[in-house]
């Protein structure tokens, strides 16, 4: 959504631009006055039709609410689905939270600083606002393509780990391109490479966070801080491209590839982690003879519990 969001977003901040003048409005104001009502109007609009949960939703019938939630229950039998705050606690406690907010946020910033600035830094190759607002577009449907692809092939290979890091390694091929040229043909290249990696690692980074936490409520949780604080990053993105450090900018794209490491880094070792605690709870499982059989005993034990795996 993100991505088809950014690429319609470019055209139409072009069209509207176009009504540089009227009402005595500058183009730049046309643009936030229109494409903020639509926002508002839509988010309100949006309330009335945005579902709780799969088995309460109405666009569903029975037997769609059903398989649904039936499908839901499958991805982690066992575990407890009830509200108690000591789910709440085990997400605090939790290690892998607050690396998983890291890796998060590292995303985070790149992907703010790309959809902020990407106009400015193919302007300030060479190209004129109102051509950098088109050239804004095939980056977007670019990016839109290759996290669909992304998606599909996590899926067939059930890994979600090994590609994140493929496509964060992709994003800082990119702006390296960025931060190392001012021609404009290698320039706006590094930009696309830069979308191909940096717009996929959202979706698999989400997934990848959802799998591996045991229990609705936990999950709920670890998800909401991830995501809460994740986006604190967005703060740091509006600062790290100057004006001044046009067409290279040395601040902003030095920033993004050092957070790409960094998500690099940790999903590495989480996953090496995860290697290690899987290991660790088959051992358990052999030794003591624990099968599924036993899962509601340890229904509340969320990830930690012996039956649960993580994937990678």
């Not at 959504?1 to 950014?6: L, S, V």
């Not at 995303?107 to 830094?121: C, D, E, K, Q």
């Not at 966070?209 to 740091?236: E, H, P, Q």
């Not at 499982?285 to 990678?312: N, T």
Request: hydrophobic share 45%; glycine share 10%.
């Amino acid at each position: 959504a993100a991505t088809i969001a950014g690429a319609f977003g470019g055209l139409l901040a072009a069209a509207i631009a176009k009504l540089d003048k009227k009402a005595g409005l500058h183009g730049w104001q046309w643009i936030f006055l229109i494409e903020g009502l639509v926002t508002v109007v839509v988010s309100i609009v949006a309330y009335f039709f945005m579902q709780d949960y799969p088995g309460t939703a109405r666009f569903l019938n029975e037997d769609e609410r059903a398989h649904v939630v039936e499908r839901l229950r499958r991805d982690h039998p066992g575990l407890a689905t009830h509200v108690d705050k000591r789910f709440v606690w085990q997400a605090f406690k939790d290690y892998k939270a607050y690396l998983f907010t890291i890796m998060y946020t590292g995303i985070l910033i790149s992907l703010y600083a790309f959809s902020l600035f990407l106009p400015s830094i193919i302007n300030g190759l060479g190209y004129t606002a109102n051509e950098a607002q088109l050239l804004s577009v095939p980056p977007y449907v670019a990016g839109c393509i290759c996290t669909i692809a992304a998606g599909w092939y996590s899926d067939k290979y059930h890994k979600r780990g090994p590609f994140l890091v493929g496509f964060a390694l992709l994003a800082i091929t990119g702006y390296a391109i960025l931060l190392g040229t001012t021609k404009p043909g290698a320039g706006y290249a590094g930009a696309m490479i830069a979308a191909l990696g940096v717009f996929p690692t959202i979706p698999l980074s989400i997934s990848w966070i959802g799998s591996n936490i045991g229990g609705d409520l936990k999950r709920g949780v670890v998800l909401a801080m991830v995501i809460g604080i994740g986006n604190l990053g967005g703060i740091c993105s509006s600062f790290i491209f100057m004006a001044k450090e046009s067409p290279r900018y040395y601040t902003g794209h030095g920033v993004c590839i050092g957070v790409l490491v960094m998500t690099t880094v940790t999903a590495c070792f989480l996953m090496w982690d995860f290697r290690r605690l899987n290991k660790k709870k088959e051992e358990i499982c052999a030794r003591e003879g624990i099968d599924k059989s036993r899962a509601a005993q340890f229904s509340e034990m969320g990830d930690d519990s012996p039956l649960f795996r993580y994937v990678m």
